[in-house]
């Protein structure tokens, strides 16, 4: 039997992490509508090999389901000023074998590209070895996003290896990238 981490609705406590622009907080109630006033950028949706002619509109419903999602993981939205920004969570927790998968999203274009998603990720790995005492994070990425690949290899992910054809984006299928990080790895800031 695999004994596993238990998920954040059985958690007493997601502990606010603090960078120098962003801040790290438990999912809320208010998520929901916050994450449906951000609506779908095409540039954040292509990074998923989604296209925003062929994604269904945001709806209430929708956001509702995406926040309990994020609460039955170990989720932090990522907020800068107050604002939700985005989410990064660890999941598929094996506490026997300390190891966990990560995955991240910033919401809004605007913010891409300035260093938040890299900042996010730095507090959550920093939590995951040295509070949490895990040793391995893993990730998949798609492999035509390389924004996020330059920045998974430099916080010290390697690439262990791809899954052909493993997705099915707007052009057609695709391979994630699978990457991981040991803790003997880690070099924080």
């Not at 998920?7 to 109630?29: E, F, K, N, W, Y």
């Not at 924004?147 to 290896?161: D, M, N, P, Q, S």
């Amino acid at each position: 039997m695999i004994n596993r981490i238990p998920h954040a609705a059985d958690q007493p406590h997601v502990p606010t992490l603090t960078g120098p622009r962003i801040v790290l907080r438990a999912p809320q109630s208010g998520d929901a509508a916050r994450r449906l006033a951000l609506g779908h950028s095409s540039e954040v949706l292509q990074a998923y090999g989604m296209d925003s002619a062929t994604v269904p509109s945001l709806t209430e419903t929708a956001c509702q389901a995406w926040l309990a999602e994020q609460q039955a993981a170990l989720a932090w939205m990522i907020t800068l000023g107050g604002d939700l920004i985005g989410t990064v969570r660890l999941h598929s927790h094996v506490m026997a074998d300390r190891r966990a998968n990560l995955a991240i999203g910033l919401l809004d274009a605007a913010h891409l590209g300035q260093g938040y998603g890299t900042e996010a990720l730095r507090l959550v790995i920093e939590q995951a070895f040295d509070g949490m005492g895990l040793n391995r994070l893993s990730l998949r990425v798609l492999d035509t996003n390389e924004r996020a690949i330059r920045c998974y290899a430099k916080l010290g992910f390697v690439t262990e290896g791809r899954e052909r054809q493993s997705a099915r984006t707007a052009d057609g299928w695709r391979d994630d990238v699978m990457m991981g990080l040991l803790a003997s790895e880690w070099v924080p800031d």
